[in-house]
């Protein structure tokens, strides 16, 4: 067996498997709080990515501050969205509700595409050195980059859910919504906190993805990815589903060895993670995570 | 009975007082803004362009051509509705677009008999009566081109060659990569047979998606496995991140591209990793090329860009060839019975080793016959370089030559009937 | 979550059997069979574009039909049906040309065969719930979509899959203005069987399964059957919609069963309402439409002087897709029950005119 190969393509399975979990972090914290399905989460990778491009390029901003004036572009960006389309949705079925964020994510494709154009764009180079080795593997250094600022973002978010007042407010609105809003939580408030944190938090995977890359269409893909990642995590924790991410980034990249060593099928590394899906739902009705929704009266 | 007959009459008055300066239609498809978009806009503006300039000259049977240009974003059901909308008004010939479409619409355009000039060059649309037994008769598809199959055939007759001239031994290994798609699928079968002939090691087929995205694991199994030949058979866009990642991992192997796998946009985004990857033009040169059909280009380049500054990518000349030889094919269906769809197919057979007027040197001799689509067997192989960074505008990166095309060679491959149709 | 009634309240019968007529008024009975026989004369006069409008919106009603008696009907939700629309498809074209069966067969068998891989994927299925229950229809989506482009022997690989045309006695029936007839008789037997489902016991037990699914275990309707049953239920209308389109295409291939036609299926069905028969048929006018309509003022607006104002040239494309996006998006935020719901009250309204209030 090729170990080498094998330590290095897990290697990169973790390396993006963070990315997954980061994005599934922003996808679990919109439905944690709002009971929303975001269909659009990829376009907030893509916006992110377009926007930051769109300072460093025209502009001509280095990234220490183009980065920064994106994530709070980001952060207005979410919660005019939640204001605008998603309040006026509050009490209607949940499928309506995916169905809107379907539609907002054709919007959204559709904007950039006739503002920045359908060519996919390289970043400009960020760090001195491009790649860096580790165990045996050459990876571009901002995938470290993301490491360090999931690893900082997982830590400010638990901090926040555990200690802060808004955090708290948030936990409480998604444990029973009109218990929170008689102790006076403004649910709205909320909301739009759920929106605009995971905005930010999508941003900066997007920008991640980016500088590797390079931005174009294709970033929406990984608002599908996120998918399993949240099932296999569970929904009801945000470190599960980094967990979910991790374990997704590693599937594919196992797959992906056990298909060009063995099986030879070719397409395992984009399957795998869907087939691994469905057996964890035969076996785990509620993810590998989840807890049981308690449904005896 | 009395309806049928008044109803042929007065088709026939129809026809009798337009058959003299009937004006003629032709529907142009384009993906301006999907998937596709980063080849489909030059091609698509290169046979605009192109339709435009004849215009201007007079157009075809005197009188001006009216062209429909849509763009569909590669959506299959928008272009079966809008060539449904096309029969309806008559048009002579369609310029299409994408595999999706072009198989969609096989069926159709035969029955209707409307003549169908794809940018998809797949094999299996150069059997229009079903000889060859490996495809379905496709009589009314055309393409100005080689086919993804032959020009993989090519590029292997090269690679043969390449690794004797470097003088290496042993046997080469080639792998195809590309999605699990009809468009990349397309050569596979023809490339691993004739690579299996010519010596080579064929390994397992390595797939990437459509999308750009991160193929890390892709080129890792690339560099483990060994391969010395790869052939990429998706478009520009998810080609590029392909050779990024390659280039980080450190693989060492000679890239084949597809038609649409490499041009200057690509090379532009992609950086150094799109250096050394060899793949054909279907022209037979690059803009600005040296040969005399380039001034006419340069004309038709004017309808869209006055200044006549704009570098026009490779995509561009060919939409412009395409354009060029439906043209010529109208204006011998109007000597011969008047614009309609079965005497502007019958126009494509008009001559052998076809060069547009004023294309010399610019667009193939291309040969069509009733039995046999495959317009040229003529692989013309270049390698992009890149020589530093591309943050530049691509006119400047031409002139100062950091983006350059350099000619490999050109393969003339023998017009065996076995290797029709796949 | 908006709740539809079978009957309308005010509405008096004296026998059970008046109470589950089809058509409890004349007029409606009168207005669906004019409507079917108006239909019958649009290939003498309409052109041959619009009739491949109507063929479209034909096989994606009986489609989404399927779709709704799934989502409205028992409170489930999919976003894999393309991918049994599909499957019909496929399924159709390989028995017709590669087994020779008899195309007038092929259509019902190949929905047949959908419905029983429909029942396999909703066992799994009836134990899951809201967003795992989504999620789980998506992997079904990608994994039969792999399904079709790595099982050559069934769909051709990459040369596409050929389906035979439609014969019947000898008379081929091909092209719009004869195809016309074929789907005109499917999607008329399609809504008459589907509206006499929900007046049965299964149909009521499918929406006692929706509205309140623990007072119907109690009442004794078995919750996994009737969950996998209205799997296999959408997955065999899914099937004749695929088959009614691949047999109007003659070439069936990977590209038209993507997670697009999912979202426009269930766009069709959220739009249209959910729970109502007549809301798909309006759903899918809407939905086929919509894209046309940008198309026609997109062709207008080319060269006009708001063209050159805004210099939009090429990106008139952008302009429609984000103009059918907000289309959907408005059109939930000020109606999100559907347009069944609209024309119910516009009905009311005439109904009790002039004292609607």
């Not at chain 1, 979910?244 to 099928?265: P, R, T």
């Not at chain 3, 302009?319 to 024309?343: K, M, N, Q, S, T």
Request: net charge positive.
């Amino acid at each position: 067996m090729n170990t080498q190969l094998l330590i290095q393509l897990l290697a990169n399975g973790l390396i993006v498997g963070t990315l997954y979990g980061v994005v599934a972090m922003s996808f679990v914290l919109i439905y944690k709080a709002t009971q929303v399905v975001n269909f659009a989460q990829g376009e907030f990778l893509l916006v992110g990515a377009w926007v930051c491009w769109w300072l460093l390029t025209k502009y001509q901003l280095p990234f220490y501050l183009g980065m920064p004036i994106t994530l709070v572009f980001m952060l207005a960006f979410g919660v005019a969205l939640q204001v605008c389309v998603l309040r006026p949705m509050i009490g209607e079925p949940v499928i309506s509700v995916i169905m809107v964020t379907i539609g907002l994510s054709t919007v959204f494709q559709a904007a950039m595409k006739w503002i920045f154009g359908t060519n996919l764009q390289p970043f400009p180079p960020i760090f001195a050195t491009q790649t860096v080795g580790v165990l045996g593997l050459q990876i571009q250094t901002v995938y470290l980059m993301s490491l360090a600022v999931s690893v900082a973002m997982m830590a400010g978010m638990a901090w926040f859910f555990q200690a802060s007042k808004y955090g708290l407010a948030m936990r409480a609105t998604a444990f029973n919504q009109q218990v929170a809003q008689s102790l006076g939580i403004s649910v709205k408030t909320v909301f739009a906190m759920a929106w605009a944190i995971s905005a930010v938090v999508s941003a900066v995977a997007g920008v991640v993805v980016a500088v590797v890359n390079g931005v174009s269409a294709g970033l929406s893909a990984y608002g599908i990815k996120v998918f399993p990642a949240v099932i296999l995590g569970g929904l009801d924790s945000i470190a599960g589903a980094v967990l979910g991410g991790i374990i997704i980034g590693l599937l594919e990249n196992l797959a992906h060895f056990i298909d060009s060593q063995y099986l030879h099928w070719g397409n395992l590394y984009e399957i795998a993670p869907f087939y691994v899906l469905i057996i964890i739902l035969m076996i785990k009705p509620y993810g590998l995570f989840g807890t049981k929704d308690i449904e005896r009266v | 009975m009395k309806y049928t007959l008044l109803r042929s009459a007065a088709a026939a008055l129809v026809f009798a007082a337009t058959a003299a300066h009937a004006q003629v239609s032709v529907g142009h498809l384009a993906d301006y803004s999907g998937p596709t978009a980063d080849v489909g806009v030059p091609f698509g503006q290169g046979a605009a362009d192109a339709m435009a300039w004849i215009n201007a000259k007079g157009g075809v049977n005197n009188a001006k051509v009216n062209v429909d240009t849509v763009d569909y974003g590669y959506q299959v059901p928008r272009a079966v509705t809008q060539y449904k909308k096309w029969v309806g008004d008559k048009v002579a010939a369609i310029l299409g677009w994408g595999t999706a479409d072009t198989e969609a619409l096989t069926g159709f355009v035969a029955q209707d008999q409307i003549p169908y000039i794809s940018a998809s060059y797949a094999a299996a649309l150069t059997d229009p009566t079903g000889q060859s037994h490996k495809a379905k008769p496709a009589p009314y598809n055309f393409f100005y081109g080689p086919s993804y199959s032959d020009a993989l055939r090519g590029m292997l007759t090269w690679a043969a060659q390449d690794w004797k001239a470097k003088g290496k031994s042993g046997q080469p290994k080639f792998v195809h990569m590309g999605a699990n798609h009809p468009y990349p699928n397309a050569p596979k079968e023809a490339g691993e047979a004739i690579a299996k002939e010519l010596g080579f090691e064929v390994l397992p087929p390595v797939q990437f998606a459509l999308t750009p995205g991160d193929y890390t694991a892709q080129c890792l199994t690339l560099k483990n496995s060994g391969a010395n030949y790869a052939y990429l058979g998706n478009t520009a866009g998810s080609n590029i991140s392909v050779l990024k990642a390659c280039k980080t991992v450190g693989v060492d192997v000679q890239f084949l591209g597809n038609v649409w796998g490499m041009d200057e946009n690509a090379a532009k985004a992609a950086g150094d990793a799109a250096s050394g990857v060899v793949f054909p033009l279907r022209t037979g040169v690059s803009w600005n090329g040296d040969a005399p059909g380039m001034k006419t280009a340069l004309e038709i380049s004017k309808i869209s860009d006055a200044a006549g500054s704009a570098y026009r990518p490779v995509h561009y000349i060919a939409g412009v060839c395409t354009a060029l030889y439906l043209k010529e094919a109208m204006d011998w269906a109007a000597k011969n019975g008047g614009v309609t769809g079965p005497n502007v197919k019958k126009g494509f057979y008009q001559k052998k080793n076809w060069v547009p007027a004023g294309m010399d040197g610019v667009c193939f001799p291309s040969t069509w016959t009733e039995t046999d689509h495959r317009s040229t067997l003529t692989v013309n192989l270049y390698r992009m370089k890149v020589t530093g960074a591309t943050d530049a505008p691509l006119n400047d990166l031409i002139k100062n030559g950091t983006i350059k095309l350099e000619k490999v060679t050109s393969i003339e491959l023998p017009r065996k009937a076995e290797w029709q149709g796949w | 979550m908006a709740t539809q009634s079978l009957l309308p309240a005010g509405d008096f019968r004296t026998s059970y059997a008046a109470d589950t007529v089809i058509f409890p008024t004349a007029t409606g009975r009168w207005a669906a069979v004019a409507s079917v026989v108006l239909l019958c004369f649009a290939p003498l006069v309409l052109s041959q574009y619009w009739l491949s409008i109507l063929i479209q919106i034909g096989y994606l009603a009986i489609a989404a039909l399927g779709l709704n008696i799934l989502v409205g009907f028992t409170g489930q939700i999919s976003i894999g049906h393309a991918a049994f629309f599909g499957l019909g498809a496929f399924t159709s074209a390989y028995l017709s040309s590669k087994l020779s069966v008899p195309v007038f067969f092929s259509i019902p068998l190949s929905a047949l065969i959908t419905a029983m891989i429909g029942l396999v994927f909703g066992l799994p299925a009836a134990r899951l719930k809201g967003l795992y229950l989504v999620i789980a229809t998506l992997a079904a989506q990608y994994i039969l979509l792999d399904f079709f482009s790595r099982a050559e022997w069934f769909t051709g690989g990459t040369v596409p899959a050929i389906a035979e045309p439609f014969r019947i006695f000898g008379f081929t029936l091909r092209g719009d203005r004869q195809y016309f007839y074929v789907v005109l008789v499917y999607l008329v037997l399609s809504f008459v069987l589907t509206t006499n489902l929900m007046r049965t016991r299964d149909g009521r037990a499918l929406v006692a399964v929706r509205d309140h699914y623990l007072s119907a275990e109690i009442m004794g309707i078995n919750l996994t059957k009737y969950r996998t049953l209205s799997f296999g239920l959408a997955a065999f209308y899914a099937g004749i919609g695929g088959a009614l389109y691949a047999h109007y295409q003659e070439v069936v291939s990977n590209e038209g069963f993507t997670i697009d036609r999912s979202i426009v299926f269930l766009a069709i069905v959220i739009i249209g309402g959910l729970g109502s028969v007549m809301g798909t048929l309006m759903g899918t006018v809407f939905m086929v439409l919509l894209p046309e309509a940008m198309e026609w003022v997109s062709a207008l607006l080319r060269g006009s002087a708001i063209d050159q104002a805004l210099a939009l040239r090429n990106n008139i494309a952008f302009l429609r897709e984000i103009a059918i996006g907000l289309v959907i998006v408005l059109f939930l935020l000020f109606e999100p029950d559907g347009l069944a719901h609209r024309w119910r009250r516009i009905k009311a309204y005439w109904k009790l005119y002039p004292f609607s209030y």
